[in-house]
């Protein structure tokens, strides 16, 4: 009996054994591969020179000649990483590695080389150059997923993520005419990038037709600059919550209306601004909460404020929570009001949803740093990004490197160089076993 079970557990541990043995072998071979800094910090530097202006900043505003001529430069990349590329109708630029298991949906890495007027040179151009990068070090080297794996550069991100969102069918035909960051309606500046604006609905994804998403970028905050850590491991995009908020109360004299009988408006914006900010450091967590708009009616040194109309943003991984800050805030509210004698009264005008991170994708991230021997620290986005835009597609995931002070949208962002390459590093190592794990 006891070696009957003995025996047993002998045979079943054989084909385990060969199993491992086989993996670990794969797994020491695909874990040595490394994507070549030098040559990807020279592509960066290279499309710095597209767009670059007087300040030292980018204008490579969507839709722009600037924007035309560094997507024909990146499609010659992709062509000698050996992908096959295409402009899609939505002016993505897609270069595509072909898998060697048939119908198998493809991964996609993808971020943006559209930037703000005067932008600068990493905000989005970091995770495309690395896609790229991945995708050469794979041709390089001969590696074959199992996934086809398609780099993608969304269009338009920065004027609305445009690109992106139409693989989700989130785009209107009523939006092509509005118009864009630049000089061109968003329809034109389609159009003018080799995309179709009449028949947008083409790019429209399906559950099922994506297998991965995964997206490096610059954190654009400064927490990964001042904790001295290498790699973001994203938990999320948070979620965003807007409101218009009036505040009703009496214009009156300045100089003949006393203190103790004032419907001052502004001062129970002001109240409430702080109150905001209570509510939001109050609660332990991330979340964040902003006044970013007031306007002041009449508006004039010598009249009591009768009318405040002013916003209120509130942004967290979790909507519930969101939601119930948002409760916290409005009670206090009514609390100034009633002191103050004024009206207070909200309007939800906005929502983004939160878009959560993929478990698997999270201990993969962090797994390939810590193979490439890389500090990481989890975190969430406090900024939208194209994969936010992607979200119910497909699970997805996002890689994180450190901005220096956390500046973005300004000439000034940096990213090093090492940095980068850290980042495409990681990237690299995580499709590699993502593309094992989603079979
Ligand atoms: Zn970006």
């Known amino acids: 009996m006891h070696r009957s079970s003995e025996l047993s557990c002998q045979v079943a541990l054989i084909p385990a054994v060969f199993f491992s043995l086989f993996s670990v072998a794969t797994l020491a071979q695909q874990s040595d591969l490394r994507i070549d800094g030098e040559r990807l910090n020279a592509t960066m530097a290279h499309v710095k020179t597209i767009g670059l202006n007087e300040d030292g900043g980018s204008d490579r505003v969507a839709y722009s000649s600037h924007n035309k001529d560094a997507l024909a430069y990146l499609s010659e990349l992709m062509q000698a990483a050996g992908l096959s590329t295409q402009i899609d109708v939505a002016g993505n630029l897609v270069g595509r590695r072909e898998g060697k298991v048939a119908g ?182 991330k979340q964040v909460g902003t006044v970013g708009r007031m306007q002041l009616f009449p508006g004039a040194p010598n009249v009591i404020p009768g009318k405040v109309v002013m916003s209120l943003e509130i942004r967290d991984l979790q909507m519930e929570k969101v939601s119930l800050l948002f409760e916290q805030i409005e009670a206090a509210a009514q609390q100034i009001a009633m002191k103050s004698d004024t009206s207070i009264l909200f309007k939800q005008y906005y929502e983004s949803p939160a878009a959560i991170t993929d478990e698997r994708f999270k201990t993969t991230v962090e797994n390939s740093a810590n193979t490439l021997g890389l500090t990481s620290m989890h975190m969430p986005s406090g900024a939208g990004h194209d994969t936010q835009s992607l979200q119910g597609l497909a699970p997805l995931g996002m890689i994180f490197v450190p901005s220096v002070k956390g500046v973005s949208h300004a000439p000034s962002e940096f990213t090093s160089a090492q940095d980068i390459t850290n980042g495409a590093n990681v990237l690299l190592l995580t499709i590699i076993e993502l593309d094992k794990q989603l079979r």
């Not at 890495?109 to 905000?123: L, M, Q, R």
Request: proline share 3%; hydrophobic share 40%; aromatic share 4%.
């Open 104 to 285: 198998l949906a493809p991964i996609i890495t993808g971020s943006h080389i559209d930037t703000v007027p005067n932008g600068g040179h990493y905000d989005g151009i970091v995770g495309t150059m690395s896609g790229i990068e991945v995708a050469r070090t794979m041709n390089d080297n001969g590696v074959e997923l199992d996934h086809p794996f398609d780099v993608i550069v969304w269009s338009n991100e920065e004027g609305g993520k445009i690109g992106s969102r139409s693989y989700r069918g989130a785009i209107g035909a009523d939006e092509m005419a509005l118009q864009s960051l630049g000089d061109k309606t968003l329809g034109d500046g389609i159009a003018y990038l080799g995309g179709d604006p009449n028949r947008l609905s083409e790019s429209q994804r399906q559950a099922g037709d994506v297998a991965a998403l995964i997206e490096l970028h610059i954190e654009q905050g400064a927490v990964l600059d001042r904790e001295g850590v290498t790699i973001g491991v994203v938990e999320g995009i948070v979620g965003i919550k807007r409101w218009n908020i009036t505040v009703e109360g009496f214009a009156n004299h300045a100089g003949t209306t006393p203190m103790d009988q004032r419907q001052d408006a502004m001062l129970a914006a002001a109240r409430l601004t702080i109150a905001v900010n209570d509510t939001i450091t109050g609660t332990p967590g």
